[in-house]
């Protein structure tokens, strides 16, 4: 089944705490990104990778660090997480192509707490 | 990413069409049309794509008039497993890798 998956779903940790959120694709998608998701400010782009090697800034980058190392996987690394951190965030892909690339297929969700 | 304009909310009851339209005066000529639906708790789910008239699937239909400054979503009897949000997006170019979605619409279908 094609599908993108994250882990942990749900996270509860402390101030400082580095943490490190996975994603995981298996369409051999060039694009992957990450969002959080936040009440009344809607889905916010943290960081994208158009292809391996290849990242950028999304809208909120403060405070997150991603790498993509292989295509298939796309992390999400809190170094010193802050209770502002606190969201639901989602990983997302696409194949990647101008057309196709807004045809985003998202995963399930991870619920951050940070005290 | 063009800027797009969609109502807060709208509110409908079970069988009834349900129109939303987005608003997207400086749409690019090379920019597609993209909604997705968003469950509580869920992540999004594209539900369709268009660039230019009609566009149908099985779960909605896709009006773009001929200036494609705004454009339409129709979901045909609405149950109310409909009740979500709907995010129009308008882009493409092969340089837009920053997509925002803004606060869509958040659609409740009632009995």
């Known amino acids: 089944e094609a599908q993108v998956t994250q882990n942990p779903r749900y996270l509860i940790t402390v101030t400082g705490k580095k943490l490190t959120v996975t994603c995981s694709q298996n369409m051999n998608h060039e694009y992957m990104s990450w969002y959080r998701q936040d009440p009344g400010l809607g889905l916010r782009q943290i960081y994208y990778?158009?292809?391996?090697?290849?990242?950028d800034k999304g809208d909120v980058p403060e405070g997150y660090k991603v790498s993509r190392k292989e295509k298939r996987n796309f992390p999400l690394i809190l170094e010193s997480p802050s209770p502002n951190q606190t969201s639901l965030y989602f990983c997302a892909s696409s194949p990647g192509d101008s057309r196709t690339h807004y045809e985003q297929y998202f995963g399930p969700g991870t619920r951050l707490t940070v005290t | 990413l063009a800027k797009t304009t969609q109502p807060i909310s709208m509110d409908s009851y079970e069988g009834q069409e349900v129109n939303i339209t987005c608003s997207h005066n400086?749409?690019?000529?090379?920019?597609?049309i993209t909604w997705y639906q968003q469950f509580p708790s869920q992540g999004p789910r594209f539900i369709i794509q268009g660039y230019k008239t009609k566009v149908t699937n099985e779960v909605a239909s896709l009006f773009i008039p001929a200036d494609r400054k705004s454009s339409t979503l129709s979901l045909p009897r609405v149950s109310l497993s409909d009740t979500a949000v709907y995010y129009c997006l308008v882009g493409a170019s092969s340089n837009d890798y920053k997509l925002s979605f803004g606060a869509g619409t958040t659609v409740t279908v009632r009995a």
């Open positions: 400086n749409i690019a000529t090379n920019d597609y």
């Open positions: 990778s158009m292809n391996v090697e290849v990242t």
